[in-house]
């Protein structure tokens, strides 16, 4: 199959009123539910014309968003039927063209079922991928009693992406009155067509409640790495005293080649050993005129750089600083404030605390700063 014969409409233009909110923004492992749409769609059709199809009131934000991966965004109608159509005249497919048109509340579609569904379709005029129905189904009467127990062999859930040769969505429209339709295969089995079903991966589920956000993170989500980093410093008089990249009131600083940051460095080498990328002095070695007292909050951004060349992202910090003095207590507001600035996390998501040693070993003789952190980053 030649990608350059298929066009891929993605349909956003609802309302969510049975999620609350808009469900098609809600963050789910990194990425919004849209984005995972349009990623899982896309991913085996990476030339595929795609075009997406949001309300009016959200074309704007879509096209800043969306533009410059080649999207095209136009704003779609009163019902889905009316969105599907735009999105499709947008890109005027050739009639031989094979049209997809995917759900935007579908995070999750594999890439072999994109590529079956579009194939039936080239074969079969029409296609929709279909999942098993699992549950026994009951039909209520208004009361809420059980009227029947329907049988469920023929039975499946419709799925997205549903496909279409361009010409014979366009025959189905002509025919049309002025009917809905619940999805394009519906409208051309009403007139008599043909639509091929074609089995695909139950876990393509529709965020449609809240509670199906669970399911879907379940199958995009991919394990969090761990990293944990330790520092020690020793102290050293007319030297300043930098801990978590704020200037501390103290007799001595810490000695260091930079400006011994220990709780930045114990941070820039737990995010390290979460990336699995070595330690701070492979990456910044002393011999290095460059770190001369230098910040050393330098050393957490190229940190950071490295984690999100590897599609990593921190999710949170706690650190840990062991000291006789000086009391981190009136300071830990501000050390934990500026630690969240440089790490580009919330408030919320970092946290400084500190400990003596009960005047035991180095630290309790008063003669340097340990510092532990511990990261966690997600795969975005
Ligand atoms: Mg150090």
């Known amino acids: 199959m030649s990608e350059g014969d298929t066009v891929i409409v993605v349909v956003a233009a609802g309302s969510s009123a049975r999620f609350g909110e808009d469900k098609l923004a809600v963050s789910l492992c990194g990425r919004t539910v849209l984005e995972h749409a349009l990623a899982s769609v896309r991913a085996p059709l990476p030339d595929a014309p795609v075009c997406l199809v949001v309300r009016a009131d959200h074309v704007e934000a879509a096209r800043a968003r969306w533009q410059a991966e080649g999207v095209r965004v136009v704003a779609g109608g009163s019902h889905r039927q009316d969105s599907v159509r735009l999105g499709v005249e947008a890109l005027a ?19 072999e079922d994109v590529l079956r569904v579009a194939d039936a379709a080239r074969h079969h005029g029409a296609a929709l991928l279909v999942a098993p129905i699992v549950d026994t189904i009951k039909r209520l009467r208004v009361d809420e009693t ?16 549903q496909a279409f040769c361009a010409r014979v969505l366009r025959e189905a429209w002509a025919h049309a009155s002025d ?4 999805d394009e295969a519906a409208l051309i089995e009403r007139q008599g067509g043909e639509v091929k079903a074609v089995a695909g991966d139950a876990r393509n589920v529709k965020v449609t409640h809240s509670s199906d956000l669970a399911i879907a993170s379940g199958v995009l989500g991919r394990p969090p790495r761990v990293g944990h980093g330790i520092d020690v410093h020793a102290f050293a008089p007319g030297r300043v005293l ?23 460095h114990a941070v820039t080498d737990a995010i390290l050993g ?3 990328a070595g330690d701070i002095g492979e990456h910044f070695p002393s ?30 910090c706690d650190l840990s600083l062991l000291l006789e003095k000086p009391r981190i207590g009136p300071h ?29 070993g180095f630290i309790g003789r008063g003669e340097g700063v340990m ?10």
């Not at 059980?146 to 992406?161: C, M, S």
């Not at 009131?249 to 400006?259: I, Q, R, T, V, Y």
């Not at 630690?339 to 400084?352: D, F, R």
């Open 287 to 316: 011999s290095d005129a460059r770190w001369q007292d230098a910040p050393s909050e330098g050393f957490v951004r190229h940190a950071l750089a490295l984690a999100a060349e590897r599609g990593l992202r921190i999710v949170n």
């Open 371 to 380: 510092a532990q952190a511990v990261v966690m980053l997600e795969q975005v």
């Open 179 to 182: 009917e809905h339709w619940t």
């Open 93 to 111: 497919p050739a009639d031989d063209a094979v049209v997809l048109i995917h759900d935007g509340a579908r995070p999750f579609v594999p890439a």
């Open 146 to 161: 059980v009227d029947a127990t329907v049988p469920r062999e023929r039975l499946v859930r419709a799925l997205t992406p």
């Open 242 to 264: 930098w801990l978590c990249g704020v200037k501390l009131p103290s007799e001595a600083g810490l000695a260091g080649h930079s400006d011994a940051d220990a709780a930045l």
């Open 274 to 276: 979460a990336c699995g």
């Open 332 to 360: 830990r507001e501000a050390m934990c404030a500026r630690l969240a600035e440089i790490l580009g996390l919330p408030p919320g998501q970092v946290n400084v605390k500190a400990t003596t040693c009960e005047g035991l």
